[in-house]
């Protein structure tokens, strides 16, 4: 190798030593003389060759980390194997340089640690319906712990909750048989609902029909009130009538000679419809009765004169 390869290529290693540019997504940590010298910017930079050197490189974006399953147990003493995936973002790149030594491995082992804790305070059935909360749970102590790292865990998010066969099994009968019971409790309560339409029908029912038989009984009382009425104004008023008459001249007469036709009539019906003679037990009577007849008609005769 020639002298001047050697300071050619001795020269490309002080450019390289001296010339950085830092990306827009990179925080990059300078030390001079392996101390904390400053962070530098997107951009191009000059670094004193031999004195400056770029220590750490930090993506600025946010980041996704996969937490590995583990199996976890529930407070109602069920073991479960839950997953999950947290998503952080350095926020200082001095103190996730100098604060932990690999801040992406100790966020998922503390996520890990941090999952257990919050698992074991709930049951089984709670952490399928508490999701939501345990996420919150979870990402509020991992940023309260990892903020001396100076990053910041934005969320969260449980993937799989996994129980062990022997759990899955015994769920899947409770299920069945909450199924059972609530179709149980379904047709119970149609049944109950359908009797009580019935009862509330045939109760109505029975107000109409009541109803109706009152009205009916009012409309009847009330025609025969108003018959009775007019036939009672019928019969004062052909009382008068008849008052009136006798109380003319001949009027007695008249009215005697009436009921001598009316006993006539029906002394006649008697005789006639009887299966055995009948004679009257007082002949002078029927003989009055008579000459009484005889002498009205005289004197109905008179007075038309």
């Known amino acids: 190798m020639t002298p001047v390869t050697i300071l050619f290529l001795i020269g490309l290693v002080v450019v390289w030593k001296t010339f950085v540019v830092v990306p827009q997504r990179q925080a990059t940590v300078q030390e001079r003389l392996g101390k904390f010298a400053g962070v530098l910017q997107p951009g191009f930079h000059f670094l004193i060759p031999f004195v400056d050197r770029v220590a750490y490189r930090h993506e600025m974006r946010e980041q996704c980390l996969d937490v590995p399953s583990q199996i976890c147990i529930t407070k109602d003493n069920i073991q479960v194997e839950v997953d999950g995936l947290v998503y952080l973002r350095v926020m200082d790149a001095e103190r996730a340089s100098y604060g932990i030594g690999n801040y992406p491995v100790a966020s998922v082992n503390l996520c890990q640690t941090t999952m257990r804790s919050e698992v074991g305070k709930l049951e089984l059935g709670q952490i399928f319906s ?11 102590e ?5 903020d001396p790292w100076g ?3 934005l969320r969260y998010e449980i993937k799989n909750i996994t129980p062990s066969a022997q759990v899955v099994h015994t769920l899947e009968k409770q299920m069945e048989a909450e199924r059972e019971k609530r179709a149980e409790v379904t047709l119970a309560t149609a049944d109950k609902e359908s009797t009580i339409t019935m009862s509330e029908g045939e109760r109505q029912a029975d107000i109409n029909l009541s109803e109706g038989e009152k009205q ?3 409309n009847v009382a ?3 009130a108003q018959e009775i009425k ?3 104004e019928a019969t004062a008023y052909s009382i008068e009538r008849v008052a009136a008459a006798i109380g003319q001249p001949g009027g007695s007469e008249a009215v005697k000679m009436q009921i001598a036709e009316q006993f006539i009539d029906e002394l006649g019906a008697i005789l006639q419809g009887a299966s055995i003679s009948v004679v009257p037990a007082e002949l002078a009577n029927i003989q009055g009765v008579f000459e009484g007849i005889a002498r009205t008609g005289d004197a109905m005769k008179g007075g038309v004169r």
């Open 222 to 224: 009330t025609g025969r």
């Open 216 to 218: 009916r009984r009012i």
């Open 142 to 146: 991992v940023d309260k712990a990892s």
């Open 230 to 232: 007019l036939l009672s």
């Open 130 to 140: 508490e999701r939501e909360t345990l996420n919150e749970n979870i990402v509020r």
């Open 151 to 153: 990053i910041k865990v």
